[in-house]
């Protein structure tokens, strides 16, 4: 079993900045892709950002030039520096992490409010 522990959600102004961490605990033997979604309400879950072992990035266009995705192996943990925030990045934040053997694995998430 593999456990995910989100952190850094909360309120923040309307170009305020939150930075997120997601640590990854258990029986973790070789993580590929470490990736942050994120569901509105009402709205289907997206892809904000992915990290591959190697270090290759992507981000969705909507967050481009604003997030940032960034991992720390030695800790299994992953990082989402989002700066420049809208209300339209209000969502429940969700990191997951997919093992080399294809397993992946789901936080529980956390909640980020952009709002003045």
């Known amino acids: 079993q593999v456990q995910l522990v989100e952190s850094g959600g909360g309120l923040v102004q309307p170009g305020g900045s939150l930075r997120l961490s997601c640590a990854a605990s258990?029986?973790?033997?070789?993580?590929?892709?470490m990736s942050w979604y994120r569901q509105a309400p009402e709205k289907e879950r997206e892809l904000v950002a992915t990290?591959?072992?190697?270090?290759?990035?992507y981000y969705a266009d909507s967050v481009k030039g604003r997030f940032t995705i960034s991992r720390d192996n030695a800790k299994n943990t992953v990082f989402l520096q989002m700066n420049s925030l809208k209300p339209e990045d209000t969502a429940v934040y969700y990191c997951?992490?997919?093992?080399?053997?294809?397993?992946?694995?789901w936080g529980k998430g956390t909640l980020v409010t952009v709002s003045s």
């Open positions: 258990g029986s973790i033997f070789s993580i590929n892709t």
């Open positions: 990290i591959t072992s190697g270090g290759s990035t």
């Open positions: 997951k992490v997919t093992l080399l053997g294809g397993s992946a694995y």
